[in-house]
């Protein structure tokens, strides 16, 4: 019988299966953070149970850690405790930690891939939605609870109804000034941030295939936001050649034997979905986001759509207007912005920062603008340094800071003040996330760029011609 | 951890009828510094319960004294966003055992269904059905009841079936976790272990 890539990796991992409940799910690797694994610690000391694959869990600090003087002690308490429990309860079960100011530390996401931690046709997990981004590499990586982070630690398994199959098709080349994060904001303005729950996502054509890794991973990285647990990508050379010889991918014999397997990870021809999407690359055009969910994007140079044109009632998008600010039929472009924040799990590696150096180099910051830059990792940090990054920017009127989630999702003390508008690379644009009354105006690292230089919301293509 | 039976739920109910209820409303990531599981209820919809100062939103439902029980209704896809189980904690914290929504987002309800909250997905229409009997009587009840996967309104008695699976169903019934499941069977998963090439 035929099936689809996701059928494939899924099925391997199926342990048990249950009638009319869910499979028992084998987990291949294992990534936590400081802040929802502690509680499934102490589940395990309340049962007296050890981590049975310490070996298969890896741990980093990252949504809470501070993104200016690393070097100093977290002066938070609360915050400097979680960090210390990460540290404790990986040395208790021998798990691998990577803690603030190690050389392999970043956001989770980040540092997956760098170390070959991410593989092809492996099961992923970890306590934080935006796992998905793994799905890059063809793996199947999903977010969990602190429950299920416990039952990966206590038994490698998890219990999950397998998820319906979706295949979103999006043929054509990037356009100028159009990158992975357009594409992504873009499908999810089609689907509404509800539009793939209860599915699987598997990204296909020519888009996907001409993309980097690294453009793969921020496409993957936000299929939560329209609902669905994961998104994945066939592996292919460009897959291979990203991950070969990094520290945890298999070597040798190891590596020729996963070759073999790697190479049948693909959706079969006559396979069917229970839904399936295509979009064209020459509807896509740089995107942002005007309202408190990461569905309601529109390309830049539209105006704000009417209430009777959107998917949500209209009291709810009201609401939503009225905490950003802005009017049904405002255009976007001109819009006054006080922040902006390049980094996260979504556009925090290096080509994004390379993307952002390319419009503000010999350009300067506008004066009024607050600009927080954070790198996905130390790897990251040191490449921008390596590649002369640091210096463009820094000539520009920047500053990079120090690895972490940062301004994502405001944990730490990078919050974006009450009623302030901030031009972000990650994720999410709820109401407050960026910090309580936070205003948040999603978009790719270029769009950062050029709102950055001009203190508006700015075409980038502008600078690019 | 084993959690409470759950069983038939008869209780009033807090209405929120607002889609998208994402969990960063739900709990705000600035209140995920604790590393117990424990009072996560005083900050539930942090954001639209208390002004910056500190006081509280008299105009939203949780703090309006005319609504009360185990109940809470929301509107469409009700907890999208993270992964939070703090979310699902804030909302057991709070005292409430069922979340009634017309759509959940797939995490929030998986995060809910393992501390047991049930979460209940009716129709748009019972939905609104819903939220309109509650505004008319705020002391309104209505009744779930798991065995038979139903949800009624009291008043009316109007009924409507709701799905969950089986294998959850027995374990809420009972207050099994997955966790106890999962140990079981320790020695099935360590023999899967040796298949795996990496």
Known sequence: MSSTLFDKVWDTHVVRKIKGGPDVFFIDRHLIHEVTSPVAFLGLKARGVKVMEPQRTFATADHNTPTINQHLPVKNPLSANQLKALEENSKEHGILHWGLGHKSNGIVHVVGPENGITLPGATIVCGDSHTSTHGAFGAIAFGIGTSEVEMVLSTQCIMQPKPKKMRINVEGSLGLGVTPKDVALYIISQLSTSGATGYFVEYAGTVFEEMSMEGRMTVCNLSIEMGARGGMIAPDDKTYEYIKGRRFTPKGEDWDKAMEYWKTLKTDEDAVFDKEYTYKTSDIEPMITYGTNPGMGMGISNAIPTSDTVQEGKATYEKSLNYMGYNQGDAMLGKKIDFVFVGSCTNGRIEDFRAFASIVKGRKKADHVTAWLVPGSHIVEAKIKEEGLLDIINEAGFVLRQPGCSACLAMNDDKIPAGKYSVSTSNRNFEGRQGPGSRTLLASPLVAAAAAITGKVTDPREFLN | ?198
């Open chain 2, 1 to 198: 951890m084993a959690y409470d039976k759950f069983n038939i739920l008869q209780s009033s109910a807090y209405p929120l009828p607002i889609e998208n209820v994402d969990t960063d409303q739900i709990i705000p990531a600035r209140f995920l510094k604790a590393t117990e599981r424990k009072g996560f209820g005083d900050n539930l919809f942090r954001d639209w319960r208390y002004n910056a100062d500190g006081s509280l939103k008299e105009d939203f439902p949780l703090n309006d004294s005319k609504y009360s029980g185990k109940i809470l209704v929301g509107g469409r896809n009700f907890g999208s966003g993270s992964s939070r189980e703090h979310a699902a904690w804030a909302v057991y914290d709070f005292g409430f055992r069922c979340v009634i929504s017309s759509f959940f987002a797939d995490i929030f309800k998986n995060n809910c269904l393992n501390i047991g909250v049930l979460p209940v997905q009716v129709s748009e229409t019972f939905a609104k059905e819903i939220f309109a009997a509650i505004e008319e009587d705020p002391k309104t009840e209505i009744k779930v009841d798991l065995d038979n996967q139903t949800v009624t309104l009291i008043a009316t008695g109007n009924s409507e079936p709701f799905d969950i699976n089986s294998y959850k169903k027995e374990n809420m019934l009972n207050g099994y976790d997955d966790i106890d499941y999962l140990q079981n069977i320790k020695s099935e998963i360590q023999e899967f272990v040796k298949t795996r090439p990496f």
